[in-house]
């Protein structure tokens, strides 16, 4: 039997966000497991945005015997075209332009983000903070602001209130990961983001410093966090809370150690951390 066009757009826009969805699944499964708490429509905008900046990251940090530029370009020029057609043959990208447009998400989030991706494919160096600082910006800032647009949902003062909670959260959980991939950064990419540590390995002292700061930037996430709507709010406080825990991870093991092998959070702790979030939520003890 021949489906309306309606039903069969319909039908298409299901099966883009399943594949956001898949795509969060199969690359994160710590964050799936949190994009899980959100309710439907939420979710679904967030697992778009994640597919999005997934796919991107992938094209520069894994697809090494390929154009890395001419990829990255299509990319962008097929995401506009998407935007401006309001359609898509590449399911992530047509997801991701409906959650653009429904969360009046703002074009300079994702251009900065861009930016930053494109600097991955030939910058391998970041020699002082501003440097860094600005690639953050481009690479997590951003993206916090993209689901603090689908958190906020319209709502202005609430978005300008927690603007710079969900740019901290972003800059910390971006700084974790470079810590935890340290090893994979600068011996296998050749790259390098902390100027402290330049391209050779970080010593104890080094480290301390850089938990410290990343610390500082959970600290005033956390703040922010507590002020999120509702719906929004216990998503992201596992998200936190499983982020945190691998920074305590980190800070404990030795850096010889953080060069040999990638810290992770357990699975059983993180089924803990789930749990315990989600009774703190229930009554109301965040």
């Not at 967030?46 to 520069?60: C, H, K, N, P």
């Not at 391998?124 to 910006?137: A, G, L, P, R, V």
């Not at 950064?185 to 104890?204: A, H, I, Q």
């Not at 999120?228 to 991870?249: E, F, G, I, Q």
Request: proline content about 2%; glycine content about 4%.
């Amino acid at each position: 039997m021949k489906q309306s066009s309606g039903n069969s757009l319909e039908l298409y826009n299901e099966l883009s966000y399943e594949l956001s969805r898949e795509i969060t699944r199969k690359y994160s499964t710590s964050f799936h497991s949190a994009t899980t708490l959100f309710g439907k429509e939420t979710r679904r905008a967030i697992q778009s945005i994640y597919g999005f900046v997934r796919l991107a990251d992938e094209i520069v940090d894994t697809f090494h015997d390929t154009d890395k530029q001419y990829l990255l370009d299509k990319f962008e020029a097929d995401y506009y075209d998407a935007y401006k057609q309001g359609i898509s043959l590449n399911p992530l990208l047509h997801s991701f332009q409906s959650t653009v447009k429904k969360y009046g998400i703002n074009d300079e989030f994702i251009q900065d983000f861009l930016l930053s991706m494109k600097a991955d494919i030939e910058k391998k160096e970041y020699k002082s903070k501003s440097e860094m600082n600005d690639y953050i910006y481009g690479s997590a800032d951003v993206v916090g602001l993209m689901c603090l647009k689908v958190f906020c949902n319209g709502n202005a003062q609430l978005f300008q209130s927690l603007l710079i909670p969900a740019m901290r959260l972003g800059s910390a959980f971006q700084k974790v990961n470079f810590l935890r991939d340290l090893r994979e950064d600068l011996e296998t990419l050749g790259r390098s983001y902390f100027p402290e540590v330049s391209l050779n390995k970080p010593d104890e002292k080094t480290k301390a410093i850089l938990v410290e700061d990343i610390e500082k930037d959970f600290a005033t996430a956390l703040e922010g966090i507590r002020k999120l709507p509702d719906d929004s709010r216990l998503a992201v406080m596992v998200a936190y809370r499983y982020y945190t825990r691998l920074l305590k991870n980190i800070k404990k093991t030795p850096v010889q150690e953080l060069m040999n092998r990638r810290i992770r959070v357990s699975d059983s702790k993180k089924v803990m951390l789930l749990v315990t979030s989600v009774i703190k939520h229930k009554l109301n003890l965040e």
